[in-house]
């Protein structure tokens, strides 16, 4: 008898961090109504609604966990917001985890992400590392586990990333298609793939793009029954015991498709019950069947650019809307990495003196702010030899400074048409923070910032420039502070 093929369906579920670097709110937005904030409204549109997905089944209600039966992340930012606002959904996404750990010998459908969604190639090794390390470790506080796979931001990937996965002993990330030379199995099949250079050896799953795009901008969430059917005629055409994958933002199931949590449950609720095909998750699939193939990397790229990585650093051409330019991207880049530079440079002259080897406290450090549990907390001082209340507080600010640093370089503050939406209005306020903070113990470097932010234009007249804007949101967020 033949070996079922396997189907796995990964949703990446990210939003960026809205929440105000001083107060940890959420400013109305808006463009959300009738709900307060974009992360209230996807939470019932989309986490809610995956979390007790409805389907009818003759007479009868139906009610599934749908990230029970997917390959998933969510980005650290998300989760955070999730364990504080969205405890229903955040509750039905560390079950499903925990049960597909229990049917899979461990091997959960969770896994981690870089933890401040930048765009890993653009970051220099010692930060690439950073955010990996991170990542892995708001992983671990909020699964019970360490990750087995980690989803790179955009897909954005480069050797150095693949690299620094493997230093960082993670198993396996997830490629589109075209970035890469993906040998040894057919073109559909999801491999695993593997790449290996020197002793380092990670595996890469590639997702099936046509599916994919079905998914995330055709009609196939129209109808969870016909979408079975593709997904399953798709499956027969792969060799037994081979996998076929499909990765989209997890958005799609039910906030950019608003049936999309509903059909979403239809088809994996035909799919599980289909003879020969099973549904699983990537570590589970790795676990059992080992790699099928070899990958080679020429250069630098990501899923969502066609010029490699240049959507985040220049006026490559891929935007939302024609009339457009982009010219702001470069400038914008920089002056955010002035903001990361100049939050590193703090770090390396204040940490030595006080903790004992400040490159490992540094990777470490997001434990401290994400952890609530104070034994958690003496422990890290204890290792590191942080003695004496004041010194701890001001490493606590270090770390805080170096967090809103790279929250100034989430990949969406370039991905849409202007810096003056609200995803750049994020990476302003995060970069206002970092400044502050680093005030503290060095002179300000916010003029440095300013002279830069001032020659950056909008496309949009009422904007102006980046100096402006990020002077009125300073000023909004200190009167919100009275």
């Known amino acids: 008898m033949n070996e079922p093929r396997h189907i796995i369906l990964h949703g990446h579920f990210y939003q960026p961090p809205r929440e105000s670097p001083w107060t940890g709110l959420i400013a109305p937005e808006a463009g959300a109504a009738p709900f307060p904030n974009w992360n209230e409204r996807i939470l019932s549109e989309c986490y809610n609604a995956n979390a007790h997905a409805h389907t009818m089944e003759g007479r009868v209600v139906r009610i599934r966990n749908n990230y029970e039966s997917l390959n998933f992340n969510f980005g650290p930012t998300l989760a955070a917001w999730l ?145 079975a059917e593709h997904i399953a005629h798709a499956a027969w055409g792969i060799p037994p015991g081979a996998a076929l994958m499909i990765a989209t933002d997890g958005e799609t199931f039910g906030h950019h498709k608003k049936t999309g949590a509903a059909e979403l449950a239809r088809a994996l609720d035909l799919l599980e019950r289909r003879d020969g095909l099973v549904v699983t998750n990537c570590a589970a699939y790795l676990a059992s069947h080992g790699m099928r193939g070899s990958f080679a990397i020429d250069g630098v790229s990501a899923w969502s650019c066609a010029h490699g990585v240049d959507r985040w650093r220049a006026e490559c051409g891929c935007r939302m809307e024609e009339h457009t330019r982009q010219h702001w991207r470069a400038p914008f880049r920089h002056a955010m990495e002035l903001v990361k530079d100049q939050a590193n440079l703090v770090y390396d002259r204040f940490a030595p003196a006080l903790v004992a080897d400040p490159d490992a406290a540094r990777l470490e450090s997001i434990r401290l702010l994400v952890d609530a549990n104070p034994a958690i907390r003496e422990r890290f001082f204890e290792r590191y030899r942080v003695a004496g209340e004041d010194r701890r507080e001001r490493f606590l600010r270090l770390a805080e400074m170096l967090r809103a640093a790279h929250a100034a370089l989430t990949s969406c503050a370039w991905f849409f048409d202007d810096f003056g939406g609200p995803e750049g209005r994020v990476a302003l306020r995060w970069a206002a923070r970092s400044l502050e903070l680093a005030a503290e113990f060095l002179p300000s470097a916010e003029p440095d910032l300013l002279a830069r932010l001032r020659e950056i234009h909008s496309n949009r007249r009422e904007v102006g420039d980046a100096a402006t804007l990020y002077l009125s949101l300073k000023t909004r967020e200190a009167r919100g502070r009275i």
């Open 83 to 227: 364990e504080r606002h969205g405890t229903a959904a955040w509750r039905a996404i560390r079950r499903a985890d925990e049960a597909g750990a229990a049917r899979n010998h461990g091997h959960g459908p969770a896994i981690a992400q870089a933890y401040s969604h930048s765009i890993l190639p653009l970051l220099n090794d010692r930060d690439k590392a950073l955010q990996i390390a991170w990542g892995v470790e708001d992983f671990a506080y909020r699964f019970g586990r360490r990750p087995e796979g980690l989803w790179l931001p955009e897909c954005g990937v480069d050797e150095p990333t693949l690299a620094a996965l493997a230093r960082a002993g993670v198993a396996y990330t997830i490629l589109a298609p075209e970035q890469g030379r993906f040998d040894g199995a057919g073109d559909r099949e999801a491999g695993p793939f593997q790449w290996r250079a020197g002793d380092g050896s990670v595996a890469v799953f590639r997702f099936d793009r046509e599916l994919s795009r079905e998914v995330s901008f055709g009609d196939a969430l129209a109808d969870g029954a016909r979408m």
